[in-house]
């Protein structure tokens, strides 16, 4: 059996991150989200991974490389436009040939991983099964119709759902899913859609098989998807002090603070992670914060946020919350006169002023 991430679609709904960072390599818990993947399928035994990328290809390949460091093989499929996810298939037929295989979003995350699901399929034999949760906003998914326990009807995000089963980010399918995706039409807005070509399958007799997810599950491509995903992830941390505390700050709760990261004088509330070579003076981190490497937080507090690589975050006399900040983010009092606000922001960007 193979496994098959998709990691080429442009990240729209977190622009600006995405303008400079493919959506699937924004961390969650200071690990890039596509890396939980390539984990999941390879603690369900599945060694031989493809990877469809697009155009943040360069990107991808540097962060993940041959997957040696993963315990896995990697092989790189060029999708030259993102057609739609039955697209990424097809143009994988050369890598996956006659194998089952598992088919992973690379910007979902599955609490538990997918060891279940493989064992499922393995033992039942199905020609496909399918990955659903119950979710408020079916409309924004695939969504799935059961009778009896058997999907009869897959919609892709349907103006009136006909149900709120979603389709997880997560599928498992034998060789006749290159019939099916060959048999349909691209939809109307341009795209070979998955929920189609699955359709085909129960329109053409195939079995194909629901498995429900009783964990959590997240698709991570908006911002209030990604901070609830990183909040699981930071919840189910063991606490480990490995950096520097001085003995008038306190670490409370479940904390991790990596190798060469220092807290002076601050207070730091878990569940929470500070990466290495990151600064924390005179401060406070707040729950289900995670701060990626070398990074500073000086004289400010934040709290439910994310905070990437090398961002300085300095005398803010507000607490920030509930924020994604990139890479090399500078947020500070300006010592400039007059006093005023001085921006410069990205496209899609947004700020919340009192």
Not at 98 to 126: A, T
Request: glycine share 10%; net charge neutral.
């Amino acid at each position: 059996m193979k496994g098959l991430i998709l990691s080429g679609g442009k990240g729209t709904r977190l622009r600006p991150i995405t303008f400079t960072s493919a959506k699937q390599l924004v961390p969650v818990a200071n690990k890039p989200v596509l890396f939980y993947g390539i984990e999941a399928i390879r603690d369900a035994g599945i060694k031989d991974i493809g990877i469809v990328v697009g155009d943040t290809k360069e990107e991808v390949m540097a962060a993940v490389g041959d997957g040696s460091a993963f315990g896995v093989k990697v092989t790189y499929i060029e999708q030259e436009a993102p057609l739609g996810l039955a697209h990424a298939v097809l143009v994988s037929e050369l890598f996956l040939k006659d194998s089952s295989f598992v088919m992973y979003l690379g910007d979902n995350l599955i609490l538990g991983g997918i060891k279940e699901l493989v064992k499922e399929f393995e033992r039942d034999k199905p020609n496909a099964q399918i990955l659903l949760a119950r979710v408020p906003n079916p409309n924004q998914f695939g969504v799935a119709e059961l009778k009896g326990g058997k999907v009869v009807r897959l919609v892709e995000k349907p103006e009136k759902p006909k149900s709120d089963l979603a389709l997880v980010g997560v599928y498992m399918f034998d060789k006749n899913i290159f019939k099916a995706v060959k048999g349909i039409k691209p939809s109307g807005r341009g795209e070979l859609e998955i929920t189609d070509a699955i359709q085909y399958l129960i329109d053409h007799k195939f079995t194909v098989h629901p498995h429900m997810v009783n964990g959590w599950w997240k698709d991570t491509g908006k911002l209030e998807d990604m901070l609830e995903a990183n909040r699981m992830v930071l919840d189910s941390l063991t606490r480990r002090i490995d950096g520097h505390v001085d003995s008038i700050s306190k670490v409370e709760f479940k904390v991790v603070i990596e190798k060469g990261a220092e807290v002076i004088n601050s207070v730091v509330r878990g569940p929470a992670i500070i990466g290495t070579g990151t600064r924390i003076v005179n401060s406070y981190v707040g729950p289900f914060t995670s701060i990626d490497k070398n990074v500073q937080v000086l004289g400010s507090e934040v709290e439910h946020c994310i905070i990437l690589e090398g961002s300085v975050i300095s005398e803010v006399d507000r607490r920030i919350e509930d924020s994604l900040i990139g890479r090399n983010v500078e947020v500070g009092k300006s010592p400039l006169k007059p006093t005023a606000y001085r921006f410069m922001l990205g496209d899609n960007s947004k700020v919340g002023l009192l």
